[in-house]
């Protein structure tokens, strides 16, 4: 038997169950696209967020008492006497404190109630902040205790809409402040917060809050780039200060944190990895039940085609004659799934990312040349395994017993 | 006929019987059950025979041309075919054998579903080692012509009235000619117009010296033969032709 009969054989056959093929095709469509779409989603997802972060510096540290989350409740813990601590480690530098205010930011009629820091210029550092429009504050800004106030890109805009904020006069709860700058905005929903922040110099917001022993916030950056060794240097530092005994290194005992950028980002990098495994798992099951569907139909058809094989080794078969045609027919039918179901996947993905890209912004289409392997090469197994078992188990029998007794 | 479809590689030569069984038996066995069919089966048949095997429904007809035509396996008992016992080839053998020496025309047609009757006639030929590819086209559709097909070479099989899938069946059987014809009352299904149409192709066949075996019930069909078997339970009744073909052997030798 020539190869090409062997070819045409299993293309005749393909083509004389049409529905099955059809079927059969479409099951490892599912299987396959589904895994694809799910994981393709998932890392365009995790690299949205990644690409949120990484426009911070990692070496970025922030210090804050416990409790910091509920604003306004005096959870205090870091104190003056800290700061002036810290500022003498070597292995810091850009060290930015801060003091909030809760007051109310009014202009005209316009009114709202922002995040306010009253803090120093190294926090744009920090932060890798640039200002818009007019400047940031300055050291001047800061001893000159002066009623000076940089808006963030959605606080200006709420409370100016259209008009150029820089020079106007507003008031932060009952005193007046100048408008010198507009940051950039962050560009980010994730950081969309610090879009509405207002920003003060720290001896006004000292003064304001009458504050002469505890500070809310310090962000500073590790000098050296070792981030572990400036985390060790200020925990320990802020132990011995706060007379706390946790040689274990035991987060749980500290009345503050102290957390480098590159740690959250670790952990929304863990988060958003649990979330693509989640959803490959998914797809992993609807893999999984393609799979079972391939293998349902293959089975069902078994009684057709062993009829078809005996009939073939009446007429001088071989077995051999017999697995290739199989084989080659569930290759082409795998083959044909696989490939449909990977570009269908491909496509629908790259249009949900780029819908969600107008809506969100920020949005790129990932995915991993794993994430459309593995899937592919399930299937494929699959719709082999299952396509040439039954045919394996028809191709041992003698021809009269596969056709069936008549 | 063209001898390149008898490759005689592999058995001890021609000089033997075609077909000799000693003491076949056959049983089937389902879930342990044990049908017996077939019982002490002493048959000789020789090159160039017409042998029709006839006897009531249930005696073992399909069951015995199953065995002799390398379809299925005996339980005891030897078959030989050319001098070589079956139960010795192995697998790619048989197939071999199925595939140049022996066709099969089955009561039940065995035709593949969906398939057009050019496609079911072409099957043979694809597993045929020898006959070359350029050939197949002509040899189908000589066969399909030789049994007045032609009009319907694409129809698909499930198109067809039963005397027509019979014809295709037999066209089928005929297009690699070989030695051996295994026919299962290929005229149950026809009327008597087709009947002595398929009767006559298969007689032309006989007379270009092919070997037929037939299955059959009417005596009209079972007088083209020159040797009648009858089968009742599973044992052979009566064999027209016993002593002739003592002779027939003898001849041969002579001959030689
Ligand atoms: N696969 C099988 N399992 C069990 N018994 C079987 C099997 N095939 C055939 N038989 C039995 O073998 C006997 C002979 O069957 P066979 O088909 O050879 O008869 P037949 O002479 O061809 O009959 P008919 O003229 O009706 O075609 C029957 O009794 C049948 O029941
Ligand atoms: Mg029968």
Redesign the pocket.
């Known amino acids: 038997m020539l190869l090409s009969d062997t070819i045409s054989a299993a293309m005749e056959g393909l083509k004389r169950s049409r529905m099955r093929s059809l079927l059969t095709t479409l099951g490892i469509v599912i299987g396959v696209g589904s895994v694809v779409l799910m994981v393709s989603i998932g890392a365009s997802f995790e690299r949205y967020i990644l690409s949120q972060v990484e426009s911070f510096s990692g070496d970025t540290f922030e210090i804050h008492a416990k409790g910091i989350q509920d604003v306004g409740k005096d959870v205090l813990s870091i104190t003056f006497g800290d700061l002036e601590a810290i500022s003498n480690l070597t292995t810091v530098k850009n060290i930015a404190p801060a003091i909030f205010l809760t007051d109310r930011v009014k202009y005209g009629r316009e009114e709202i109630a922002p995040f306010v820091f009253g803090t120093t210029k190294e926090i744009f550092i920090n932060w890798s902040m640039k200002p818009e429009y007019g400047r940031l504050l300055n050291d001047e800004d800061d001893r000159g205790a002066k009623a000076v106030v940089v808006l963030g890109s959605q606080a200006a805009e709420d409370l100016f809409t259209n008009t150029n904020p820089i020079g106007k006069r507003l008031t932060i709860g009952s005193r007046k402040f100048t408008v010198v700058g507009v940051m950039e905005a962050m560009g980010s929903p994730l950081a969309a917060q610090m879009d509405s922040m207002v920003y003060v110099p720290f001896s006004v917001a000292k003064a304001i809050q009458g504050r002469t022993t505890y500070i809310d916030y310090i962000a500073l950056q590790s000098m050296g780039g070792d981030n572990e060794l400036t985390r060790r240097d200020i925990v320990s530092l802020l132990r011995q200060r706060h007379n706390i005994d946790n040689p274990e290194d035991d987060q749980d005992k500290d009345d503050f944190y102290a957390r480098s950028f590159e740690q959250a980002m670790d952990i929304i990098g863990t988060v958003t990895m649990s979330i693509t495994l989640f959803l490959g798992l998914i797809a992993g099951i609807s893999l999984l039940v393609g799979g079972v569907g391939i293998m349902n139909i293959m089975l069902v058809s078994v009684t057709e085609r062993t009829k078809e094989i005996g009939l073939r080794k009446a007429v001088g078969a071989r077995r051999q004659d017999i697995l290739l045609q199989f084989l080659l027919e569930a290759i082409v039918l795998t083959l044909i799934g696989g490939v449909v179901g990977v570009i269908g996947a491909l496509g629908l993905g790259y249009l949900l990312t780029m819908i969600a890209n107008k809506l969100l912004g920020g949005i790129t289409y990932a995915i991993s040349l794993q994430a459309i392997l593995l899937p592919l090469a399930t299937a494929i197994i699959v719709g082999l395994v299952f396509g040439i078992y039954p045919a394996r188990k028809a191709a041992g029998l003698r021809p ?2 596969a056709m069936g ?2 | 006929m063209s001898s390149q479809n008898n490759p005689t590689n592999g058995f001890n030569g021609e000089d033997s019987p075609l077909i000799q069984t000693k003491n076949l038996y ?1 049983s ?3 879930e342990g ?1 044990e ?1 017996k ?2 019982f002490d089966i002493n048959l000789t048949i020789n090159k160039g025979e017409f042998v029709a ?1 006839m ?12 065995i002799l035509g390398f379809l299925d396996n005996h339980t005891e008992g030897e078959y030989e075919f050319h001098g070589k016992a079956a139960r010795t080839m192995d697998e790619d053998m048989l197939a071999k054998v199925r595939a140049t020496r022996v066709s099969f025309v089955f ?1 039940a047609f065995n035709l593949l579903p969906r398939a057009s009757i050019y496609q079911n006639v072409m099957l043979p030929l694809i597993y045929h080692p020898i006959i070359p590819a350029e050939e197949r086209d002509s040899r189908v559709n000589k066969a399909i012509e030789s049994v007045d097909l032609t009009d319907r070479t694409n129809f698909l099989s499930n198109q067809l009235s039963g005397g027509q899938k019979q014809r295709v069946a037999i066209a089928r059987a005929l297009v690699t000619e070989p030695e051996l014809i295994f026919a ?2 290929p005229t149950g299904n026809l009327d008597s117009a087709s009947g002595i149409q398929v009767m006559k192709v298969l007689q032309d066949l006989h007379d270009s010296g092919h070997t037929i075996i037939l ?1 059959t ?1 009417e005596q009209s069909t079972a007088e083209h033969a020159d040797r009648i078997i009858e ?1 009742f339970d ?1 044992r052979i009744t009566r064999d027209t032709e016993e002593f002739k073909t003592r002779w027939a052997v003898d001849e041969d030798k002579l001959m030689k």
């Open positions: 009269i017993e007794y008549e | 056959k089937y066995f389902n059950l049908t069919v077939l095997i006897g009531p429904s249930g005696s073992g007809k399909s069951t015995l041309m199953h009561q299962d009352e299955v019930h089968l599973g």
